[in-house]
C-alpha cells in the first residue's frame, strides 16, 4: 500500500512538473489549419500539357478584400498552374490607405509565387464604360503604361508590350442589361488585332453566344473566376473548384502559355462545363475516358465499360433521348441500343447551341 502511494505521488509530481513547464505557452498547433495542395486530376492531350488558369482576380489594390500574396496561396491550395492579378487601373477604392503604382500586386505576389511554383502574369484591368467595357492585358512588362486617359491609347499600350488582351463578361449586365453586344468599337478593335479572346464564363455567369463570336473571329474562349473575396468565401472549392482556364501548352512555363493563348489552345471550364474548340474538346474528352469491351452481352444491346481518369464528369445522350453519367475519376457499365453509333457529351460545348458529338466507332 506505501508502495501504491509513493508511485502514485511520483506520477503527480511528473505530470505537475510537465504542466508547470508549459503554462506560459502551451501550443495547440493542431487547431490551425495546413496548407495542403488539391491536385486536380486532368490528363494532357497528345502534344500538350493541360495547365490549370485563372487569369482575372483582384486584391486591395483595387476593389478586392485580399493582399496579393493571398491570390498565389489560394491558387496553389486549390491546384492551379498559373494566375494573373489583374487590379482595376482606373478603379482603386482604397487608394487613401493602399500605397503603390499599378505593378506593386505582381511584386508583392511574385517572390510567394516563385516559392509555390505558380506561374504569375504580370496583368491590369482596364475599367471603362461600354463600349468597351472591361479587358484584361495580360503578360505586361509595365502596367503603368496603361494608365491613360484615352481607352484605346490603354489596349495600344498593352499590344505594344506584347499583350495579350481579354474582353471581360462581355454580357454583364452592369453594362449590357439587355443583351450581349458586339459594338461597332470591339469590331474596330478586332480588325485592329486588338482583342485576342473573350470571357465565356465570369464569376457566376456565362454567355453561350460568345462561344460562336470566338470560333467565327478565332479568338481565345477564356473561363475566369473574377474573384474580389477570399476564394474559399465565394465558391465551394471543398466540394469543386473554381472556374478557370485550360491552357493546353507545349510546356509549363509562362512563355509557353502565351504563345498557346495567341493560338487559341484554351477551354474554359466551370460549373462541370467545358466551352471550347471542337478539336480541343475531342481529344480532351478521348483523353480522358477509356471505352472498353465489358465481356457482357444483351439481345440487341451492348454493354460497354467506361473509365474515366479526369475530375470532370460527363453527361452523355444519344438518339433514343436516353441520357446518363459517367462520373469524375470513377468507372461505370453502360448498356446502349446496338444501333446506338454516337453519343453527345452535353456539357462539353462547341458552339452557343451545339454541344461535342462523339463517333463510338472511333473509340
Not at 485563372?54 to 486549390?78: C, K, L, N, Q, Y
Not at 453519343?343 to 463517333?359: A, C, E, H, P, R
Request: net charge negative; proline share 5%.
Amino acid at each position: 500500500m506505501k508502495k501504491l502511494i509513493f508511485l502514485s505521488a511520483i506520477i503527480s509530481l511528473i505530470a505537475l512538473q510537465s504542466w508547470s513547464q508549459n503554462v506560459n505557452n502551451m501550443q495547440l498547433s493542431h487547431m490551425k489549419k495546413p496548407s495542403v495542395r488539391k491536385e486536380i486530376q486532368l490528363p494532357d492531350i497528345p502534344g500538350y500539357k493541360t495547365l490549370k488558369c485563372d487569369f482575372h482576380m483582384h486584391t486591395i489594390f483595387s476593389d478586392g478584400i485580399v493582399w496579393p500574396a493571398t491570390r498565389v496561396r489560394e491558387a496553389w491550395e486549390e491546384g492551379l498552374d498559373a494566375i494573373s492579378i489583374t487590379d482595376h487601373i482606373e478603379h482603386r477604392p482604397h487608394r487613401e490607405y493602399v500605397k503603390g503604382n499599378h505593378n506593386s500586386p505582381y511584386e508583392i505576389a511574385l517572390p510567394v509565387a516563385e516559392q509555390k511554383d505558380i506561374i504569375l502574369i504580370r496583368g491590369g484591368e482596364i475599367t471603362r464604360d461600354m463600349p468597351p467595357g472591361h479587358l484584361n492585358g495580360l503578360f505586361l512588362e509595365d502596367v503603368n503604361a496603361l494608365d491613360t486617359p484615352d481607352p484605346e491609347d490603354a489596349v495600344r499600350a498593352a499590344i505594344n508590350q506584347g499583350g495579350f488582351v481579354l474582353w471581360n463578361h462581355p454580357g454583364w449586365k452592369a453594362q449590357q442589361p439587355d443583351t450581349c453586344v458586339w459594338m461597332d468599337m470591339h469590331q474596330d478593335w478586332y480588325e485592329k488585332g486588338y482583342i485576342h479572346g473573350i470571357e465565356v464564363f465570369n464569376e457566376k455567369e456565362w454567355y453561350p453566344i460568345v462561344i460562336d463570336w470566338c470560333l467565327n473571329k478565332e479568338l481565345a474562349m477564356i473561363g475566369n473566376s473574377d474573384i474580389h473575396d477570399v476564394n474559399a468565401h465565394y465558391y465551394d472549392v471543398e466540394n469543386g473548384h473554381r472556374p478557370m482556364t485550360l491552357v493546353f501548352a507545349t510546356e509549363r512555363t509562362q512563355q509557353a502559355i502565351k504563345e498557346a493563348m495567341f493560338d487559341r489552345r484554351t477551354i474554359a471550364w466551370f460549373d462541370d462545363k467545358m466551352a471550347g474548340p471542337e478539336k480541343l474538346l475531342k481529344a480532351f474528352f478521348e483523353a480522358s475516358v477509356e471505352f472498353g469491351n465489358s465481356g457482357r452481352e444483351d439481345k440487341n444491346q451492348k454493354v460497354i465499360r467506361i473509365k474515366n481518369v479526369a475530375d470532370m464528369p460527363f453527361y452523355l445522350s444519344h438518339e433514343s433521348g436516353q441520357q446518363f453519367t459517367i462520373p469524375a475519376l470513377a468507372e461505370v457499365y453502360l448498356t446502349l441500343p446496338d444501333d446506338v453509333k454516337s453519343v453527345w457529351v452535353m456539357n462539353m460545348f462547341t458552339g452557343t447551341n451545339k454541344t461535342l458529338s462523339i463517333n463510338l466507332s472511333d473509340l
